[in-house]
């Protein structure tokens, strides 16, 4: 079989050059898989909502709200049925994969992400494609490492290598690609792994060179340094942006937040809730202005905005419009990224306030192309948090040298207003809602500083939870369940512990299963104190709860294969 004899052929190749022959297989179906996601988006859009906008007013208006509608309800039901850890952009969940099972992302998180992305950008959802392509690239690279012999426990470096192909080819920017999988994914600049991303992004960049073509993201016109004007300008520039970009996390997390609580309306729903949202907002801001840059990227209008074609009334019009339609359709459940829509509101601001000022004094076109990058760099670095990944985003995507100062001007002010009005960065955030947190995800440095870390270090919060005790419930869960030790709460309360074997021998005897004990613990309890209570366990389970007592809900489930990973995961850390 193919299976089979794929690592056989890899185990031939000499030990010296062997990873370097599977990056380059990785970070080559990386970018392709990359570049398809683009094309695709953009075959979408092209045929649906660009098409419907050289079309009458009536037509357009009909037209496009059954296509986002459409595109966001189907959207919906493939991330609600088959992989709600598809929705969003892609990298906090890819960044918890990386730490937390070793790089390892299920397969339906890829074509959940191809597909959902695809219908949910291209119809129209005020999104990005850039977090998604590092989603499923990182995945698909994980995947097919395995394919290629690579055991689970040893695939984090391919699903970064992935990840920076990824983003590569999504941006045509292989220097902040790795920059950014090294700041935000690995979190170590000097990381082992630096070799395997660097190469993989090349080769990302180079797929998109050899099918998009070689030119960059954003052609800039009245190009060359600032004047002082613009250079005085930068700081507020930056700063506002930084702001929106700020105001933008508030609105779109707390939205989510408020999404996360249950519900009656299903969760597809929602999804395509969000998605009309955003056909009402865009398309009340194209019949009044002729400009659909509410939609999808929004590139078309960025463009204009970088060329110093935008009105500045039109610009800012465009910015509010944009940021409460992403924010309600991320929050809602959509499946896309915030990169591209951060690019967008930076540049609209610095696009406005080139507008205003220029009111009053003439601005050269120079400054004005300059101000339009400082916006879009500082809302990028507030969100994110990267800032030097958002210098060099910026730079690869127009080629102007020329920039670069004003660009770590802006990159600096929007640290320290980022700083000062958000506790963490997007995606930090986005895993505390999850219940994952930073500090608990990447390793410590040294032993004691890991005993002491919490038990959302280790903790599996996706328990599988049997309440029906009966015979007829029992047996179907074990046979949609392979775990051997299932928590039972009744009521509401936690009551035991059902393990495989005495349920098989309660069914054979028709009677009802007798349950063993449970230990339980707090989000702080240390790992220390966890290593003992799981020693201590009958089960060899220890259950998460919110609250002491029996009225405690539960949260998540530890097993000794859980510290056994974590312990794997301190001693890489030691190493890279």
Same mark, same amino acid.
């Given at each position: ?44 859009? +092209? ?178 340094? &600032? ?134 004094? &003439? ?79 990447? &390793? ?55 393990? +495989? ?76």
């Amino acid at each position: 079989m193919l299976s089979d004899l794929a690592p056989q052929l890899i185990q031939r190749i000499p030990a010296r050059v062997r990873p370097v022959v599977v990056t380059v297989i990785l970070g080559l179906a990386a970018g392709f898989a990359a570049v398809l996601f683009q094309l695709s988006i953009h075959a979408v859009y +092209r045929y649906g909502l660009e098409a419907l906008t050289h079309a009458s007013r009536l037509a357009f208006l009909l037209g496009s709200f059954f296509v986002v509608a459409a595109t966001s309800a189907v959207s919906g039901w493939l991330l609600t049925r088959f992989s709600p850890e598809a929705a969003g952009s892609g990298i906090p969940q890819l960044k918890l994969a990386f730490w937390k099972d070793f790089g390892v992302v299920p397969w339906r998180v890829v074509w959940v992400k191809f597909l959902g992305g695809t219908l949910s950008v291209g119809g129209g959802a005020s999104l990005g494609r850039e977090g998604p392509s590092v989603q499923l690239a990182g995945g698909l690279a994980s995947h097919l490492a395995g394919f290629l012999g690579t055991a689970k426990n040893e695939r984090r470096t391919a699903a970064a290598a992935g990840a920076a192909a990824g983003l590569a080819a999504a941006f045509n920017t292989p220097i902040a690609a790795v920059t950014f999988v090294l700041e935000e994914i690995i979190g170590d600049l000097n990381s082992r792994m630096l070799g395997s991303v660097l190469l993989a992004a090349v080769l990302g960049a180079l797929v998109a060179h050899g099918v998009l073509g070689a030119q960059p993201a954003f052609a800039l016109h009245g190009q060359g340094a &600032p004047q002082w004007t613009g250079y005085a300008l930068t700081p507020l520039v930056a700063a506002l942006a930084a702001v929106a970009g700020c105001w933008f996390q508030r609105f779109s997390l707390g939205i989510r937040s408020a999404n996360k609580r249950p519900h009656r309306l299903p969760a597809w729903s929602r999804v395509m809730l969000g998605g009309i949202g955003v056909w009402a907002i865009g398309a009340t801001v194209f019949v009044t202005t002729g400009h659909a840059g509410v939609f999808s990227l929004g590139y078309e209008d960025l463009s204009l905005a970088l060329d110093g074609r935008l009105l500045w009334h039109i610009a800012a019009l465009l910015l509010v419009a944009k940021l409460a339609a992403t924010a309600l359709c991320y929050g809602l459940g959509g499946c896309g990224g915030i990169f591209a829509p951060t690019l967008f509101f930076g540049t609209m601001v610095g696009a406005a306030i080139a507008g205003v000022f220029g009111l009053v004094y &003439p601005l050269g076109r120079a400054d004005q192309v300059a101000l339009a990058v400082v916006g879009m760099c500082a809302c990028l670095g507030a969100v994110v948090r990267a800032p030097v990944t958002g210098i060099l985003i910026v730079f690869e995507m127009t080629h102007e040298f020329a920039l670069v100062p004003v660009l770590m001007i802006g990159a600096l002010v929007s640290q320290l207003i980022s700083r000062k009005m958000l506790r963490q960065n997007f995606y930090e955030e986005a895993l505390a809602q999850d219940g994952h947190h930073i500090e608990s995800i990447a &390793p410590p440095r040294d032993l004691r500083s890991w005993m002491e870390l919490p038990a959302a270090r280790v903790a599996n919060f996706s328990p599988v939870v049997a309440s029906d005790l009966s015979s007829e419930a029992q047996a179907e869960l074990l046979a949609q369940q392979s775990f051997e030790r299932f928590p039972v709460v009744q009521g509401g309360r936690l009551v035991g512990v059902l393990t +495989r074997r005495e349920s098989k021998a309660a069914q054979a005897a028709q009677r009802t299963p007798e349950l063993e004990s449970a230990k339980v613990c707090r989000p702080h309890t240390s790992l220390r104190e966890i290593s003992d209570l799981i020693l201590a366990s009958p089960s060899g389970l220890l259950i998460l709860q919110d609250a002491e007592g029996p009225e405690g809900r539960v949260m998540g489930v530890i097993t000794m294969h859980d510290l056994l990973r974590a312990q794997k995961s301190f001693t890489e850390g030691q190493l890279g």
